[in-house]
């Protein structure tokens, strides 16, 4: 399509989307590169879950290119295509399957074949069991695998979805705001967890907890009223006059 | 006025299916230990009580309670007092089949009153073919049918249409005809015969209209603007209404609220009687028809006497009565000369023994059951009154017989009924001479 | 493959639920038959009968409960398969009739011979045969749900949306059959049945039969229904249930699982339907009133939704006392009826078997919560 | 009813008198004997000498037909002689008809009712008409022009002549000219007259006028062609009303649509409980209004106008009650589990329908029009029944009412915040279950207002709620669920398209295909036609 979007995992560029008039974003480009991972931040309203939505092919944009890995056009695939690409998403409030196990979460979630005739016949493998281990341990919720995830607490519950988002075994992570509801010890091991998986996938990360954007030490965009304001080091954006007017008010 | 409070209490609560489903097993072994009580004759009463036909079967019910009331007064039948079996069908159609069978095979009753829909009588018919019962069908109908087991006590349609369309051609000289009715087979039956007699007669076919709508059907201004043009082509126009219950008070609302007067465009209708007029202001709709065999107006010293008997029966000076109540009078009373005849209440014997039993009728004449299962009646016209009643502006001069098939029908103007030996037959075919259509 | 699978859906529970199934499809037609009279164990024929409607009903539940119970899709026209499946299983018996007919036409059924029609219409062709018949039964609800669910669920109708769209399309097919012009005989429907596949539908041994059949069909459909459920496939649809947005951005396509499972229970309702009129002798367009459809649901909630036996106790507890208020208290059964719907939801808010199951659970709460079902989230 | 008629025709009687003294006079006793002949015989001796009577052109002939027309007349078995019967206790009291002496008392048996049909009742319409065409009250000469008109009676000609005359209002004169150019068709007169006639109503260009001309275009001739010249013009001019008729008929639905669904837009839309007792609090409004009149009737009859104001506010506290009622008793514990409330409800709405059927019985209960809403009037050749105008009034001003109480009102407010977010109401303060009850009551007793309405065009038994349920429900939902302008736009949408369609497909074929309308119109917008836009949907 553009070239600028050549080896780019994530290419926003232009992107409109107004609600019964409400500009909920306003000629948005974000790039993102392969590996890279990201914290936005931003007010109440500034755009970030619409974003999200956009990426993910919940909304689709009014006007703009949203492009994966320099060629694919997200905004004509829906939610399953784009998930099955390689992009997944953690949604703000915790959403995980609350009347299945812990250990059913995870096999749900983790890469297969997704038709409903693969699945109808579907047998557990050992590869497949060993995957599930693996990952009950990373998220450590080993102890709880037989629990029904409605039992588990919110900061478990955030833990299992980020687990159930790693099975999918993405090249791109949504994440929304990971450390709400979190004690502070949760939040600091989030931030770990989270840079472990940026090891080897891209991810992005919205965020309000600024200790917890200080803790993942990476290159941070804020966005206001659906478009990037600053985009740069966590110090240098907080020291930009027009971030700091946005969020400590005129 | 409580329904409950009042005539059901004399019918026994059937105790039937109380063997819960995985129980029947076990507790049928307890049906060998019912109570030791008097014995009865038992009678069944198969009656909406709930659902759309409610409005019209409930009367039915008590209709048949205050029969057997009155019957076991006078000491019963073959020494026996009477006992009624109230079941409620709920106007649902497989339901009345399953309930049939529960009168006939659990309750062991003699006979069954009961049914109004034809579908509710379609869906019984099996049941009482199979289990050899006796069924009395109170209720006008489309013809087209003569059971071994049935015994159509209501009209037939030379019994009502035929009649009251002889009528408007020769005293209101109308000459254009709009055939409205709800869509199911008692309409289309009727207008089927009607279309074939009026053609008969000469009527052109652009001056018949022909219209079906939905139960309950409740928005009739366009139907009735619609029949308001058709009328205005200059000739006599009639609407012949074989609208069913429910539709029929808005119908008419709507009639009197377009300002069609009966002086205009009379209507004459075949399932509209006191007690559907009953829902209805009827000042706006003086003049308008019915044909039925018995109006409540009827000037008979025996319908004076039922009249007097059902409001004490009831405690309700309001209550009408109507043509299916005479229709259920008469079919009871045959039931119970032909019981005494018979000297037993078992089917077979009752069945031959009913054929040729003539009781009183209300109108102040004599019923007949007929070999072909219909009863000979006489057909009167009224015209509906501000009080809600009817005035009889016509009569027939002698009783009309049912006929079951009807002579205006392709299909079945071969066929006729006779169920006395040798015949025997429900569906004669005089042209192959064959029993079986 | 196929076995494996099935066998795969079958815990303890479900199998001594199949077993009694099976052993109430064997045992009560033997006690029917077999038992004389005045038998002690005699089961009467018209036990069987009305036992038959209520397995047949049973069926229709369980359809009900895996769309409803397992996805989250509230159907209120799953009357309209199952009536469907009930006209298909009509025209072969009507066909059936031939000449027996009152009127004696080989090929007309009585009720075109008084309305005049002069011939068969096309969609008539073929129910002469019972192969046929029995194809209409599976196809004609199979391929309806399949389109109606095709677009509605492409379309991401949910929610209340989509139960009334379920709603007005049973309503519509009402009203069309209940036209006499459709050739379906109108309100009064298909009646006045002879045989099937040449036994006398009235013969004791044919209802017998037919019942041990229903009782089999249910637990055939129990036994697809849990493997369905047990599948990964089942745990997609309860994923689709609880949280269907969390599904999609797995990557499952929501809308072709439950197009599967849609299409699954209308094919189960068909043959429910097939089933039931035979017993009943009649199908008529009452069976697509919506308050039919409700009613389903109500069994189902009744029972316990999302507990495939709790859909099967529910059609036959509700239905049960519906046979028994509407004998015994003729007069104030809407009472009792309305009033165990209210008591239900308040106070069995799991239903029948959801409760049971929780108590049961409380009892063994050391036990691994797995066998804990939740409350519904909706 | 009849002592008005009795008033009326005494006073006619006085005023014809008095009026023209000196018109013929016949002897009484020749008079009693043509009318004794009204007794003998069948319908068309009875209308042979109703004509018999009129030729004597004797003043006092009106007032007897009059009361013969109301069915007053009976004969006396004894000597077939005919009196004017008035019933005195279980007896009846006797009148002779033409000089009003008494003339005794008898019981029933003795006498015997003369029967009137419609024809008698047209022949006698038609004759009062030719009669009174003079009258100085200009509302019976009106009637009596119409009457004459539908006789088409060429005697009646010079009767109408000289009426023309001497008319002075130009409106009933062009009726009596109308009424002369329908007879002058009936009649010998030559072609040229006739013509002149069919030009003259053709001018009209009323239905009426079409329906006059319409008996003639098969006649052969130049009278003939000109009638089905005239006829054909009409015709052309109609099928513009007939497009606004059709218009009227789909918003007077689509009124009734509205009050029957606007209740449950509250109920479903804003609660969001699945109300399957919506169509039965409905009901319980006109169970309500029943109620009002039959004690109306029985204590005081001249309050028969004013029966449905009254009911009115019954209606709503009644059917408010009740609702809160239900909401308080069973519906507030299954808030979040929307699905169960349908449930529920269903089971309140079998045991009210139960509970209306037990205390009223199960027959249809009489509910009157109130004289403002009976009859119709038209506007040009739209005809506009009362009852139907009233309803689309009534509809308005309840919706707007509703409006108005959820968008300006305190209660509105907390309504609206509770629905929204029902924590966050709570935590402000408001009395959340307080709010639940008074929103389901305002609900159910609009329903119940409803009912009000809808028991002036449909019947009034325990089944009504069950005709009004669906079509409500597919209403709201049309509209989209929490929207009260949705409902509004939806009822009227379906009103007028059902009613464009039912010429064409017939009744039940429009339905069916109003509902596959329903449906695709879904796929399209899965969130009905006042779809709430943004991310919160799916919140």
């Given at each position: 399509m553009t070239d600028k979007a050549e080896g780019t995992l994530l290419y926003l560029d232009g992107v409109n989307k107004t609600f019964d008039g409400f500009r909920a974003i306003n000629n948005l480009s974000l790039v993102l590169a392969p590996g890279e991972m990201r914290a936005i931040i931003g007010p109440n309203g500034a755009g970030k879950t619409t974003m999200m939505d956009i990426i993910t092919g919940k909304t689709k944009p009014d006007t703009g290119d949203v492009l994966f890995e320099g060629s694919t056009d997200l905004t004509r695939l829906d939610e399953a295509k784009i998930a099955n690409l390689g992009i997944g998403r953690k949604f703000q409030k915790p959403?995980?399957?609350?009347?299945?196990t812990v250990e059913d979460n995870i096999a749900l979630a983790?890469?297969?074949?997704?038709g409903p005739w693969a699945t109808l016949f579907h047998r557990t493998g050992k590869a497949e069991q060993d995957r599930i281990d693996e990952l009950l341990t990373t998220t450590r919720l080993i102890d709880k695998r037989r629990f029904l995830a409605a039992r588990l607490s919110h900061g478990q519950k955030q833990w299992l979805e980020i687990g159930m988002l790693l099975a999918q075994e993405p090249r791109l992570l949504l994440v929304d705001e990971p450390a709400a509801g979190m004690t502070d010890a949760e939040t600091a091991e989030t931030a770990i967890l989270l840079k472990e998986i940026a090891r080897t996938q891209s991810v992005v990360v919205v965020e309000h907890d600024m200790t917890f954007v200080r803790d993942l030490g990476v290159k941070v965009t804020v966005l206001h009223e659906g478009s990037v304001l600053a985009e740069g080091t966590l110090d240098a954006v907080s020291s930009n006059p027009k971030v700091v007017e946005v969020y400590l008010g005129r | 006025m409580l329904i409950a409070a009042t005539p059901s209490q004399t019918a026994k609560r059937s105790s039937l299916v109380a063997k819960g489903l995985f129980g029947a097993l076990a507790l049928?072994?307890?049906?060998?230990?019912?109570l030791a009580q008097e014995e009865t004759i038992k009678v069944g009463v198969l009656h909406s009580l709930s659902g759309t036909m409610a409005i019209s079967e409930t009367t039915l019910k008590d209709t048949i309670l205050y029969l057997i009331d009155e019957q076991n007064k006078k000491g019963g039948v073959l020494g026996k007092k009477l006992e009624a079996v109230v079941v409620d069908p709920a106007s649902d159609w497989p339901l009345f089949a399953e309930k049939a069978r529960e009168l006939v095979e659990k309750e062991k009753v003699s006979v069954v009153f009961g049914c109004w829909t034809s579908v509710s009588r379609k869906s019984v018919l099996p049941v009482f073919k199979e289990l050899n019962s006796i069924l009395f069908y109170p209720v006008q109908y489309e013809g087209e049918e003569s059971e071994r087991n049935v015994f159509y006590t209501g009209a037939a349609p030379n019994q009502q249409a035929i009649p009251a369309v002889d009528y408007l051609a020769a005293e209101e000289g109308v000459e254009r005809w709009v055939l409205a009715g709800t869509d199911y087979v008692y309409p289309r039956t009727t207008n089927k015969i009607l279309e074939a007699y009026l053609k008969a007669k000469g009527v052109a076919a652009e001056d018949i209209m022909i219209n079906y709508t939905p139960f309950g059907h409740s928005d009739w201004q366009s139907i009735v603007a619609d029949i308001k043009k058709f009328g205005s082509a200059g000739k006599k126009t009639a609407v012949v209404s074989t609208i069913n219950g429910d539709a029929n008070v808005p119908f008419y609302k709507e009639l009197g609220n377009q300002g069609i007067k009966a002086e205009d465009i009379p209507v004459v209708a075949f399932s509209v009687g006191e007690e559907e007029l009953a829902g209805l202001d009827t000042g706006p709709l003086v003049g308008h028809l019915a044909a039925w065999?018995?109006?409540?107006?009827?000037?008979?010293p025996v319908n004076a006497s039922f009249i007097e008997g059902w409001k004490a029966y009831t405690k309700n000076d309001k209550r009408v009565t109507n043509d299916p109540m005479e229709a259920h009078y008469i079919g009871f009373n045959m039931w119970v000369k032909a019981v005494e005849a018979a000297g037993t209440t078992d089917t077979d014997p009752v069945i031959d023994s009913l054929i040729g039993v003539s009781v009183p009728n209300l109108s102040g004449g004599y019923s007949a059951m007929m070999p072909n299962h219909h009863i000979t009646k006489p057909v009167l016209i009224g015209e509906i009154q501000g009080d809600g009643q009817f005035e009889i502006v016509s009569q027939t001069p002698g009783l009309v017989v049912g006929d079951e098939w009807s002579d205006f029908l392709d299909g079945s103007k071969d066929l006729i009924s006779d169920w006395r030996k040798p015949m025997n037959c429900g569906n004669f075919n005089v042209v192959t001479g064959k029993c079986g259509g | 493959m196929i076995t494996g699978f099935l066998l795969n859906g079958f815990d303890t529970r479900a199998r001594v639920v199949f077993a009694l199934l099976i052993a109430i499809a064997i045992l009560v037609p033997a006690a029917n038959l077999l038992l004389p009279p005045d038998h002690p164990l005699h089961v009467p024929t018209y036990m069987v009968t009305l036992m038959g409607k209520y397995f047949a009903y049973a069926m229709l539940a369980l359809s009900v409960d895996l769309v409803w119970g397992y996805c989250g899709i509230l159907s209120l026209g799953h009357g309209a398969f199952f009536a469907l499946g009930g006209y298909a299983m009509g025209m072969y018996l009507m066909r059936q009739i031939g000449t027996r007919g009152v009127y004696a036409d080989p090929i007309l059924p009585d009720f075109m011979v008084f309305l005049n029609w002069k011939e068969l219409p096309w969609f008539w062709y073929g129910f002469d045969q019972f192969w046929f018949a029995a194809l209409m039964i599976v196809l004609v609800p199979g391929t309806l749900a399949f389109v109606f669910g095709w677009f509605a669920f492409r379309s991401r109708v949910t929610g209340v949306y989509l139960s009334i769209i379920t709603q007005a399309l049973t309503y519509a097919l009402l009203l069309a059959f209940f036209r006499n012009d459709m050739g379906f005989g109108g309100n009064n429907g298909l009646t006045d049945f002879k045989d099937i596949l040449g036994y006398n539908i009235q013969a004791d041994g044919t209802r017998a039969t037919l019942f041990a059949l229903t009782v089999l069909a249910v637990a055939i459909a129990f036994a697809l229904a849990s493997a369905v459920t047990r599948s990964k496939l089942g745990k997609v649809l309860v994923g689709v249930r609880d949280a269907e947005s969390r599904t999609r951005f797995l990557g499952y396509r929501v809308e072709n699982y439950k197009l599967f499972v849609w299409t699954l229970s209308a094919v189960m309702a068909g043959i429910a339907g097939a089933l039931y009129v035979p017993q009943i002798g009649i199908i008529n367009p009452s069976e697509f009133d919506p308050a039919n459809s409700i009613e389903a649901v109500i069994w189902v909630a009744v029972g316990g939704r999302g507990t495939l036996v709790g859909a099967i106790v529910g059609a036959i507890t509700v239905n049960f006392g519906k046979t028994w208020f509407t004998g015994a208290l003729p007069e104030l059964w809407l009472f009792a009826l309305g009033g165990l719907f209210i008591f239900v939801t308040l106070f069995l808010p799991k239903g029948i078997v959801g409760t049971v199951q929780a108590w049961w659970a409380g009892k063994r709460a050391s036990a691994p919560a797995a066998t804990l079902k939740p409350e519904p989230a909706e | 009813m009849r002592f008005l008629s009795i008033l009326i025709a005494a006073l006619w009687l006085a005023l014809s008198t008095a009026v023209s003294p000196a018109a013929a006079a016949v002897a009484d006793e020749d008079l009693k004997r043509l009318v004794d002949a009204l007794g003998v015989g069948g319908f068309s001796e009875a209308e042979a000498a109703i004509n018999a009577l009129v030729a004597t052109?004797?003043?006092r002939v009106s007032a007897i037909l009059d009361r013969f027309g109301e069915g007053d007349l009976y004969t006396r078995k004894a000597d077939k002689s005919v009196f004017i019967a008035e019933k005195a206790g279980s007896d009846f009291k006797l009148l002779d008809p033409v000089t009003g002496a008494e003339a005794g008392v008898v019981s029933k048996g003795e006498i015997e009712k003369i029967k009137v049909n419609n024809r008698i009742r047209r022949a006698i319409a038609a004759a009062v008409g030719s009669l009174t065409l003079r009258s100085p009250d200009a509302a019976i000469r009106r009637s009596a022009a119409e009457a004459v008109m539908k006789s088409?009676?060429?005697?009646?000609i010079p009767a109408l002549d000289a009426a023309i005359e001497a008319e002075t209002d130009p409106a009933i004169k062009q009726i009596m000219v109308a009424a002369r150019a329908a007879a002058v068709l009936e009649s010998d007169l030559p072609e040229a007259d006739k013509i002149a006639a069919v030009e003259m109503i053709g001018g009209l260009g009323t239905r009426d006028a079409m329906s006059m001309l319409a008996a003639y275009t098969a006649v052969e001739g130049p009278v003939g062609e000109a009638a089905a010249s005239a006829a054909r013009t009409i015709e052309s001019s109609l099928l513009v009303w007939d497009a606004a008729q059709n218009v009227w008929y789909g918003l007077s639905l689509g009124s009734v649509l509205l009050l029957a669904a606007i209740g449950l837009a509250i109920t479903f839309g804003v609660m969001g409980v699945i109300n399957m007792a919506h169509g039965e609090m409905v009901m319980i409004g006109a169970y309500t209004t029943f109620a009002v009149q039959e004690i109306i009737r029985t204590s005081a009859p001249g309050l028969f106008d004013y029966s449905l104001l009254i009911a009115l506010p019954l209606a709503f506290i009644v059917a408010g009650g009740i609702g809160i009622l239900i909401e308080r008793s069973v519906i507030r514990w299954l808030y979040g589990r929307p699905l169960e409330t349908l449930l529920a409800t269903w089971g309140v709405s079998l045991v009210l329908q139960q509970t209306v059927r037990s205390i009223f019985g199960a027959q249809n209960k009489e509910v009157g029009n109130p004289s403002w809403m009976s009859g119709s009037f038209t506007i040009g050749e739209l005809s506009i029944t009362w009852s139907r105008l009233w309803i689309i009034v009534f509809a308005m001003v309840v919706f707007a009412g509703l409006l108005a109480v959820l968008k300006r009102t305190y209660f509105g407010l907390q309504t609206r915040a509770v629905t929204q977010n029902r924590q966050m109401a709570s935590a402000m303060g408001i009395r959340t279950p307080w709010v639940d009850a008074f929103t389901f009551g305002l609900g159910s007793g609009i329903a119940g207002i409803a009912g009000v309405a809808l028991s002036q065009i449909d019947n009034v038994s325990p089944n009504l709620g069950q005709g009004y349920i669906i079509d409500s429900f597919m209403v709201v939902v049309f509209g989209g669920v929490g929207n009260l302008w949705g409902t509004f736009v939806g009822a009227m949408t379906l009103g007028v398209a059902n009613k464009f369609l039912e010429p064409y497909a017939g009744a039940v074929l429009g339905k069916i295909l109003l509902l596959v309308f329903i449906i695709l119109f879904i796929q399209k917008r899965p969130r009905g036609l006042f779809a709430l836009k943004g991310r919160a949907i799916e919140a």
């Open positions: 959403t995980v399957f609350e009347s299945h983790l890469k297969a074949r997704r | 049928s072994m307890l049906s060998g230990t019912a065999n018995y109006f409540q107006s009827v000037d008979a | - | 052109g004797d003043d088409k009676d060429a005697a009646a």
